[in-house]
């Protein structure tokens, strides 16, 4: 397991310049934004405005703070993405933008380069078991603490932290906050 505190991410403009991004793991490390396998991300969204595309990635949105936001992607229906949402998959290189619902938003952000990689993003409520698994797994602490214990040891998470899972990892017990992000990775067959 690879702890990751939120007060080390790597801040940096978005890609189209609208705003600002907190890079929570990118692989390959270090990776470009033109040439990375996957990304993990969360945004602040102050105004209404595109979105960065990215040619042949997949992108999951989850709100984490903040009213919402009606979204618009290439030419399907509007969808309004608050808290209480599922998170919204959809290709990251279809022309979409945002229109905030009551201010200020902060989202998390998954990609994965479509040619190679699936990622799926759920909501889990806790306490949870997480066996071990062939997929590359991130778990997200949306609010308050998550205490992460396998036998190599226990951690604890705050609000915005996040821990990697590798594939064979050991098997991970999490408890504490109401909830938790997961995202699994995998390559494609």
């Known amino acids: 397991m690879q702890i990751l505190k939120s007060e080390n991410y790597r801040r940096m403009p978005w890609k189209n310049g609208g705003g600002e991004t907190a890079e929570i793991a990118i692989f390959p490390p270090d990776a470009a934004l033109n040439a990375f396998d996957w ?15 990215f040619e042949d990635v997949d992108r999951t949105l989850t709100i984490l703070s903040g009213a919402g936001m009606i979204l618009t992607i290439g030419d ?27 201010g200020p938003v902060i989202d998390l952000n998954v990609m994965t380069q479509r040619k190679r990689l699936s990622h799926t993003v759920h909501r889990l409520s806790l306490p949870l078991d997480l066996p071990p698994s062939r997929s590359t797994r991130a778990v997200f602490c949306p609010e308050g603490n ?13 609000t915005w932290d996040c821990v990697l899972i590798d594939a064979g990892d050991p098997a991970v017990s999490l408890e504490g906050c109401p909830s938790v992000i997961l995202i699994e990775i995998d390559a494609r067959d």
Do not use: N, Y
């Open 39 to 53: 990304r993990i991300s969360m945004a602040t969204v102050d105004a209404d405005g595109p979105f960065s595309t």
């Open 76 to 102: 399907q229906p509007e969808v309004t993405l608050t808290r209480g949402s599922a998170p919204l998959p959809f290709h990251a290189d279809v022309a979409a933008g945002a229109v905030l619902v009551d």
């Open 146 to 158: 998550l205490k992460l214990a396998s036998e190599d040891g226990a951690e604890t998470l705050q």
